[in-house]
């Protein structure tokens, strides 16, 4: 079921006349075609903060085709923007802390909160976002960049760093109904080169359904210089669960960025399974994940066939929802074992074969509900929150190789699954998140592609919620 | 293996030995009537008179032209029919938008120093005034069955009138300089680059005026002689390019109103209007050249093309170009003794300029520690440029080639270092170094 409010102007239209007291969802701005040499052109983003940072925000952001409005109370702030400025033709701009000149609009803020030691600190966020929260134009986005907690050694600094995650979150529901999305970014200490393209994707249009959220950018897995564009070039890769839904939405992202994309699904799903694959220029594999060859079946087409892989879409996935005293057996088993047990079996044998290449990219689908807990999700929930476990212990094992490995969990994404939820439950969950409404599958599949790319390898052993900042959830 | 014949694969120098334009004239002016292969033929022509050159040493032509006549896009093959020239002297037509006239000169060079010919003539032409109006692809469509001859019954004419509504949708287009991929027209650009680089209006109209008086004192001095040869068009003869205005000022330049945004800076005072005319230069091989008693002018040290995304800076260019041919000749920009730029838009020019002089642009887009320089005023476009001499696309090149050769010859400097821009996010750059 589509949603009318979002849909449908006249209900829109009909709700805002008669003032009736429900939010209506502002419309997501969406990504139109594959990546670009500037997700950002002529974007207004403000930059602000007092951290170690300035120069690379300076180069990412007017490399991305960003004019950067910086926060400094004297043009020695701008300092850092001046080169970068030149070399892209985007001369950086100075405004004021503390006060938003009238009729000034801008597309995001960037703050640098690597610099921030006490709690007091932390007030920085309040002086130079604060007056620039009601100018945020729509689909607006705001990132937070700060140093690992886990990083600090005194515990008042942990205490700072911990607090951006709280603030990002908090703003990321105030700024919702916008259309708008916050999230905060922990970039470890000689990790800055790979800030880029998280940046590049939080701030784009890709990440439309991304809110609330924290990313830590890491050193741990070892990467080379990553293409801007046509991203995916000369890759293979595996999506399971391919014939609908994230998994054909995944499927087409992947293809558009240049990788040969193998369709994997159930021998029953031939004909679906076939027509994405034939559309997208990929190819089929029908494999049934729960049988005892499928790791091997897999690992051998893959090798036989392409001579490897190096994208690994674990998506696909079932329910089996009962409550635990009334589930079968089967029940449990079916559900733990393709969410979870497959999931690993796989991913084993095709590292343990070397079927994976050295920088490849694993993205397990995970879930909100999984994670936080749903009634009759028993057996789902230990699956998908066992996902969750698995990426985080894997990816410093297959780090040396540079491979990354991390896990999405979806919000309320509008597929099959939840048109068959009842009116009610489906109204209240889509109205949940921050933005108000259910994010679509390209949303969940933009979030995959981006975990599959070269430049995301400072992203590893991570559980990215595509959740539009939903209530729920861990 | 069969022996090699004529030359193949020997290396030899590729010289300038003359140059030769027909007046640059605004368009729809005096060579209203005269379409692009009739000013070909005129440049060449006078090329021919003034160099005495034996027509049976003519190895081939390489022609340019961006706005090419679709009933014969080979310009240089018919200017040696026009001509009369042998009929061995093969010609090949390039495009390649501004920068076509230098892509001209440089196969022409190239194809010298690969042993392939010995003379060559290259240069290129435009007549804006007769660019041709397209008929949108739908009326095509509809009129091709009478068109040849496939329509028979009163039938199928109906059918053919009937494709034709709406009448709207089968007018003519309005041919205009616009990006395919982007749709923007080239001044909007010119536009974005100006406010984006932070160029303003008056350094705009400074410049222009600049190239104004620098124009017209060469031709007032003579200094244009050389290179520029009277023709008889149509409606009498033409003697002297027609758009310089020698008495202008940036303070009369900043009156006019700007053309492409309301609140804008670029101006048809400090944009290269639209142009007719023809440029052609003579290259040799230099034993060639010396055998047949020519003394050459300049000879080219290296060339370089590059390009951007047009949809970022359309025009940046050879900000990236002229950079890459300095490295080839292993230059510096201060060593360059002249430096002449195509002036598309001022604020093109000053966009790249400042590039140049930027060290976050030479570090962040040519990889290098240090700006690739300033351009010193006194040694840049010494003689004008596009904006007050006109600009005839596939001309421009040609032009440049040969009134820096020419000063190269008479001044006795060593070395000119020339930048183009071209539509595509296309830059052209070249050292010339004297003979």
């Known amino acids: ?194 800030l880029g393209p998280v940046l590049r994707f939080l701030l784009s249009p890709r990440a439309a359904f991304i809110s609330c959220q924290p990313l830590h950018v890491t050193k741990l897995a070892k990467g080379d210089e990553a293409p801007e564009t046509h991203v995916l070039g000369g890759k293979v890769a595996l999506v399971t669960g391919a014939a609908r839904g994230i998994g054909e939405a995944t499927a087409e992202l992947l293809a558009a960025e240049g990788a040969h994309v193998v369709c994997l699904d159930r021998p029953a799903d031939d004909g679906p399974t076939s027509k994405v694959a034939q559309r997208i220029g990929g190819s089929t594999l029908l494999v049934d994940i729960t049988d005892v060859d499928a790791p091997e079946r897999i690992a051998g087409e893959l090798k036989e066939r392409f001579g490897g892989v190096d994208i690994v879409v674990h998506n696909a996935g079932v329910t089996r929802d009962k409550t635990l005293a009334r589930m079968k057996p089967e029940q449990w088993d079916m559900a733990v074992d393709i969410n979870l047990g497959a999931v690993i079996r796989i991913t084993d044998r095709l590292l343990a074969d070397d079927v994976l290449r050295p920088g490849g990219r694993v993205v397990c689908l995970s879930s909100v509900s999984g994670i936080a807990g749903n009634r009759g999700q028993t057996n789902y929930s230990a699956g998908k929150a066992g ?88 | 293996m069969a022996k090699k014949k004529n030359g193949w694969g020997k290396k030899q120098r590729a010289v300038i030995v003359a140059g030769i334009r027909t007046p640059f004239v605004k368009a729809f002016g005096q060579f209203l009537k005269l379409d692009t292969i009739d000013l070909s033929d005129l440049a060449v022509k006078s090329l021919l008179e003034r160099t005495d050159l034996p027509h049976d040493e003519i190895d081939s032509i390489v022609w340019g032209g961006v706005i090419l006549p679709s ?50 003539i290259a240069g290129g032409s435009d007549s804006t005034s007769n660019a041709p109006l397209n008929l949108p692809q739908k009326a095509v469509h509809a009129l091709a069955p009478l068109a040849f001859g496939k329509a028979s019954t009163p039938g199928d004419y109906l059918g053919v009138l009937a494709q034709m509504m709406p009448i709207t949708d089968i007018l003519p287009q309005k041919p205009k300089i616009a990006e395919r991929t982007t749709g923007e ?18 350094a705009q109209d400074e410049f222009a005026a600049r190239s104004h008086h620098r124009a017209a004192e060469a031709i007032a001095s003579g200094r244009f002689d050389d290179e520029v040869a009277p023709v008889e068009a149509p409606g009498g003869w033409v003697y002297a390019d027609n758009i310089v205005r020698g008495d202008t000022s940036a303070e009369k330049l900043s009156k006019l109103r700007p053309v492409f945004a309301k609140d804008g800076t670029v101006t048809a005072g400090n944009a290269s209007p639209l142009t007719d005319g023809a440029a052609a230069v003579l290259l040799m091989s230099e034993e060639k050249a010396r055998a047949l008693g020519y003394k050459p002018l300049a000879a080219f040290r290296s060339w370089a093309y590059a390009a951007v995304d047009p949809a970022d800076q359309l025009l940046i260019g050879p900000a990236i170009a002229m950079p890459k041919a300095l490295d080839r000749a292993g230059m510096n920009l201060k060593d360059a003794s002249l430096v002449d730029m195509h002036e598309a838009f001022a604020a093109q020019v000053l966009s790249v300029t400042k590039a140049l002089a930027s060290k976050g642009f030479a570090e962040v887009r040519l990889g290098k520690s240090q700006a690739v320089g300033e351009v010193d005023e006194a040694t840049f476009n010494v003689h004008g440029g596009s904006l007050s001499i006109g600009h005839p696309f596939g001309a421009t090149g040609a032009r440049m080639v040969t009134t820096m050769a020419n000063e190269l010859a008479r001044t006795g400097k060593e070395t000119a270092l020339l930048g183009i821009c071209a539509a595509g996010g296309l830059g052209a750059a070249a050292v010339l170094e004297a003979v």
Do not use: H
Not at chain 1, 98 to 109: M, T, V
Not at chain 1, 164 to 179: P, V, W, Y
Not at chain 1, 438 to 461: M, Y
């Open chain 2, 71 to 120: 009933f014969a896009p080979n310009i240089a093959r018919e200017i040696a029919l026009d001509l009369r020239l042998p009929a061995s002297v093969e010609g090949m037509t390039c495009t390649r938008a501004c920068a076509t006239g230098l892509q001209a000169v440089t196969l022409a060079a190239a194809a010298i120093e690969r042993g392939e010919a010995d003379v060559v």
């Open chain 1, 1 to 194: 079921m589509s949603d009318l409010l979002l849909e449908n102007e006249n209900a829109r239209r009909l709700v805002k006349t008669l003032g009736l007291p429900i939010p209506v969802p502002e419309k997501l701005a969406r990504a139109k075609g594959p990546y670009e040499e500037r997700p950002l052109d002529d974007k207004k983003v403000l930059v602000c903060g007092v951290g170690a940072l300035q120069s690379v925000l300076a180069q990412i952001l007017t490399q991305a085709g960003a004019y950067p409005w910086v926060v400094g109370t004297s043009d020695e702030a701008l300092e850092p923007f001046v080169g970068p400025g030149e070399a892209w033709a985007r001369p950086p701009q100075r405004v004021e802390p503390g006060e938003a000149p009238e009729g000034q609009r801008i597309d995001a803020i960037v703050f640098d909160g690597t610099g921030l030691e006490t709690p007091e600190d932390l007030r920085q966020l309040y002086e130079f976002i604060g007056p620039w929260v009601r100018r945020l134009n729509r689909s607006g986005r705001i990132v937070v960049i700060g140093r690992p907690a886990a990083d600090a050694k005194k515990p008042v600094r942990a205490a700072t760093r911990a607090g951006l995650e709280g603030f990002t979150r908090s703003l990321a529901k105030e700024i919702g109904s916008n259309g708008s999305i916050a999230n905060s970014v922990f970039v470890q200490e000689g990790a800055e080169d790979r």
């Open chain 2, 185 to 202: 027209v080239m001044g909007e650009s010119a536009e974005r680059m100006a406010k984006r680089n932070e160029i303003t209006r008056e």
């Open chain 1, 387 to 474: 996902i969750v476990g698995f990426v985080r212990a894997l990816a410093p094992k297959v780090a040396k190789k540079g491979i990354t490995i991390n896990a999405i969990a979806p919000g309320f994404i509008e597929t099959r699954l939840t048109d068959a939820m009842p009116v009610a439950i489906r109204e209240v969950a889509r109205r949940m998140s921050a933005v108000g409404q259910g994010g679509k599958p390209e949303d969940v599949g933009q979030a995959i592609t981006f975990l599959s790319t070269p430049g995301a390898v400072g992203v590893t052993g991570e559980t990215l919620r595509v959740c539009g900042g939903a209530l729920v959830g861990a």
